[in-house]
């Protein structure tokens, strides 16, 4: 077999994509319960920056299910552009916020990569080894 086959098939890239930051994202949103009432708070603080300053813990609680029902919804590849549009929401408060708390390229740069990728893949979709087949 030749080993550079494997590299000319775009619907395993993006499976192998789909399963790592879909369970990227559900162990982030579990994290956030896990971390209980202080880290859904202080998560829920982000979206002071749009004038938004009560409720931390329910916004906190609202980001954490969003990762983690987005990153079944991408891991699965079932209704998967409802589920990265999803993800997409709570990458734009957390870039916005971030980059206003500390405008530091290195503060807001994972937030910000991580939109261009969902960003892109909104665009080009689940690929064929889905549920939604592309």
């Known amino acids: 077999m030749n080993i550079g086959a494997i590299f000319k098939k775009p619907d ?3 499976l192998a994509m789909r399963l790592i930051l879909g369970a990227s994202f559900i162990t982030h949103g579990v994290l956030k319960f896990m971390g209980g009432t202080p880290v859904l708070e202080q998560v829920g603080k982000a979206v002071g ?3 938004i300053h009560e409720f931390p813990v329910f916004f906190g609680g609202m980001a954490g299910l969003v990762e983690i029902l ?3 919804l991408v891991f699965l590849g079932y209704k998967f552009r409802f589920g990265v549009a999803a993800i997409l929401l709570v990458l734009i408060v957390a870039v916005y916020s ?16 991580m939109f261009a990728v969902f960003f892109g893949l ?3 979709g689940p690929g064929k080894y889905s549920i939604d087949k592309g």
Request: glycine share 14%; no cysteine; net charge negative.
């Open 12 to 14: 395993f890239g993006l």
């Open 49 to 51: 920056v749009f004038g």
């Open 70 to 72: 987005g990153g079944i």
């Open 98 to 113: 971030t980059f206003l708390a500390t405008p530091s390229f290195m503060q807001f740069a994972w937030p910000l990569e």
């Open 122 to 124: 909104l665009f080009i």
